[in-house]
């Protein structure tokens, strides 16, 4: 019951971060914004389709807890590992390269870094049978292990999106580029091998979180 109760609050959480996130994003966006473009242009980003699928989630799983129904697990490790995903490129990558300060500023504040650490959080407190009802089997909170390799489809489609767009049209001049990131900007074969390094780092983050979610549902039985 105390996990459940925590769980739904991080969920509220979650929501209220995508929500406030996607305001700022839309609607006050100032001159010296990094990463972050006009209006539904924002949806090329995987920061914000990543936040974005994770607040619908989010969504889901409250409806899910307020009908007694069990938790949404595969989608919400989906989620997880994305934002997880989005969180370390800033801190390791993004961050360094274009300054800490100007990757949690505004909405990135939100999207680089509270939702993310949340619904991390939020995924190792969940379970398939998170209920009111007492009928929890703590059988069936195993995380198949399968699951984790499915966290960087998400990765990869949108590696190979991005990457085709610069093959057919081209990187492009500041600020039009097409390489928003960056990750090609020593070379297409650096580029390969920093999205080959992004699948691993996701695939890396997914057996975290199914390695914590395993350790505290065998400190709650």
């Given at each position: 019951?105390?996990f459940?109760?925590?769980?739904?609050?991080?969920?509220?959480?979650?929501?209220?971060?995508?929500v406030?996130?996607?305001?700022?994003?839309?609607?006050?966006?100032?001159?010296?914004q990094?990463?972050?473009?006009?209006?539904?242009?924002?949806?090329k980003?995987?920061?914000?389709l990543?936040?974005?699928?994770?607040?619908?989630?989010?969504?889901?799983?409250?409806?899910?807890?307020?009908?007694g129904?069990?938790?949404?697990?595969?989608?919400?490790l989906?989620?997880?590992?994305?934002?997880?995903l989005?969180?370390?490129?800033?801190?390791?990558?993004?961050?360094?390269?274009?300054g800490?300060?100007?990757?949690?500023?505004?909405?990135?504040?939100?999207?680089?870094?509270?939702?993310?650490?949340?619904?991390m959080?939020?995924?190792?407190?969940?379970?398939?049978?998170?209920?009111?009802d007492?009928k929890?089997?703590?059988?069936?909170n195993a995380?198949p292990?399968?699951w984790?390799f499915?966290t960087?489809?998400?990765?990869?489609?949108y590696?190979?999106?991005?990457?085709?767009?610069?093959?057919?049209?081209?990187?492009?001049?500041?600020?039009d580029?097409n390489?928003?990131?960056g990750?090609?900007?020593?070379?297409l074969?650096v580029?390969?091998?920093?999205?080959?390094?992004?699948?691993?780092a996701?695939?890396g983050?997914?057996?975290?979180?199914?390695a914590?979610?395993?350790?505290?549902?065998?400190?709650?039985?």
């Open positions: 019951m105390r459940q109760k925590l769980a739904f609050l991080l969920n509220v959480l979650i929501v209220i971060f995508a406030t996130g996607t305001i700022l994003m839309l609607f006050f966006r100032d001159g010296d990094l990463l972050q473009s006009s209006g539904i242009a924002n949806l980003y995987f920061t914000v990543s936040n974005e699928f994770c607040g619908i989630i989010a969504v889901y799983s409250l409806i899910c807890r307020l009908r129904k069990p938790q949404p697990m595969f989608a919400k989906l989620a997880a590992a994305a934002v997880g989005t969180f370390l490129t800033i801190a390791a990558f993004l961050g360094p390269m274009y800490m300060l100007k990757m949690y500023h505004n909405a990135n504040l939100f999207f680089h870094l509270l939702l993310p650490l949340t619904a959080d939020e995924f190792v407190m969940s379970d398939f049978s998170d209920r009111d007492g929890t089997d703590p059988s069936e995380i292990f399968r984790t499915y960087m489809i998400p990765v990869l489609l590696g190979a999106g991005y990457l085709g767009n610069i093959l057919i049209n081209g990187t492009g001049v500041w600020p580029t390489d928003f990131y990750f090609v900007n020593w070379g074969p580029g390969l091998l920093i999205f080959a390094f992004l699948l691993a996701t695939w983050i997914a057996c975290a979180l199914r914590l979610h395993r350790q505290i549902r065998k400190e709650v039985k």
